[in-house]
C-alpha cells in the first residue's frame, strides 16, 4: 500500500552538540547555566547529533523506499552557522554537503522551509532541506527538521532527520508522564506510483511515561495530490518504543492497519522534554 518516505512527527525536535570546545559556544554556556536558547537565538556555529532514517527512490515499484533507521547520535550530524544560515550535513555512509543561501531553490524556498539543490562534483544533484516545525500553526522553538539527498551514477541515496536543542540527560523527567500536543507532515508515494502525496492532513498523537521509558504514538496518514486533487486515507499507524540509554533519544517500531508498517526514531528537546521529534 505504501513505500512511504520523509515522515516526520512534532511537537518538537532537538540534538546534542558533538563536542565540548575549549571555547565555549552560546548554547554550551546557557546548558552549563541550567537554561536553553531557542534554536533561532543561537550565535556562531553549533554541532548537532541528529535522529532520522535513511531511504532511496526504487524506479521499479515507482516509490521512495526505507533503506535503515538511524537512531540519535547513530545517523546525520548537523552543523548550523547562525551567523550566516549555512547548514553543513555530514551523513554515516561519508556524505558531506553545505548549503549557503545561494543553492536555496528560486522561487520555493521560504524562511521556514528552506529547500537547497546544487550540482554534484560526481554527477547529478546534491539537496537537502531545513525546515522549522509549526504545530498548531506555532513554530516549535528548539526543534528542526532536515533532509540531504544526493543523485548521480549510483540510485537516489537520502536521509531525512530532525535536530535542534536537545534535553539534557539531567534535565530529562525521571518519573511521570506527559501526552504531547502532535502534528504530522511529509511526503509519500504508493507503490507503483509515481505521483508524489503530501501528507499535510495527517494527524498523529504522542505520549512518553517518563518513570518507565515507554513511549507510544498512533498517527493517522492522509495523502493530497502535491499537483492537488482530493485527498486519500493511506494507513493507521500504532507506534511502540522506548527512551534509549542514551538519553535524550527514543526509538520503536510502527505498525500498520494495512501493509505500512517501520520504524521511528527520535529525541525530546528543550527543557524538561517541553518538545519532541521523530522520523
Known amino acids: 500500500r505504501g513505500n512511504l518516505s ?6 518538537s525536535l532537538a540534538i546534542t552538540p558533538l563536542s565540548q570546545a575549549a571555547a565555549q559556544t552560546s548554547q554550551q554556556k546557557a546548558q552549563n547555566a541550567s537554561d536553553y536558547i531557542e534554536f533561532g537565538d543561537l550565535t556562531g ?11 532511496t527512490f526504487n524506479p521499479t515499484s515507482g516509490g521512495y ?3 535503515a533507521a538511524e537512531p540519535f547520535g547513530d545517523g546525520v550530524k548537523a552543523e548550523y552557522d547562525a551567523d550566516t544560515g549555512n547548514v553543513t550535513f555530514k551523513t554515516p555512509d561519508g556524505l558531506k554537503v553545505t548549503f549557503t543561501a545561494a543553492d536555496e531553490v528560486p522561487g520555493q524556498s521560504t524562511p521556514n522551509a528552506r529547500l537547497f539543490n546544487k550540482p554534484n562534483p560526481a554527477g547529478g544533484v546534491l539537496g537537502g ?3 522549522t516545525p ?9 526543534t528542526r527538521f532536515g533532509t540531504v539527498f544526493s543523485t548521480g551514477a ?8 530532525v535536530f535542534g536543542v536537545n534535553t539534557l540527560p539531567r534535565d530529562l523527567p525521571k518519573s511521570g508522564s506527559a501526552t504531547y500536543t502532535a502534528a504530522a507532515g511529509g511526503s509519500a508515494t504508493l507503490a507503483g506510483s509515481l505521483t508524489p502525496l503530501r501528507l499535510t492532513g495527517s494527524s498523529a498523537t504522542f505520549s512518553a511515561d517518563f518513570g518507565t521509558g515507554a513511549i507510544a504514538t498512533t498517527i493517522k496518514l492522509v495523502g493530497t495530490p502535491a499537483a492537488g486533487g482530493a485527498s486519500v486515507a493511506l494507513d493507521d499507524l500504532t507506534g511502540l518504543g522506548s527512551i534509549s540509554a542514551a ?3 527514543f526509538s520503536g517500531l510502527l ?8 520504524t521511528f526514531n527520535g529525541a525530546f528537546f528543550g527543557p524538561e522534554a517541553v518538545e519532541f521529534g521523530y522520523s
Open 6 to 11: 520523509l515522515l516526520a512527527l512534532a511537537a
Open 45 to 55: 556555529v553549533e554541532k548537532f547529533k541528529a535522529s532520522g532514517l535513511r531511504y
Open 65 to 67: 523506499v526505507f533503506v
Open 129 to 131: 532541506s531545513l525546515s
Open 134 to 142: 509549526h504545530v498548531n500553526a506555532v513554530p516549535l522553538s528548539y
Open 154 to 161: 549510483a540510485p537516489l541515496d537520502g536521509h531525512a532527520f
Open 247 to 249: 538519553k535524550p533519544g
Open 255 to 262: 505498525t500498520g492497519t494495512g501493509t505500512v508498517s517501520g
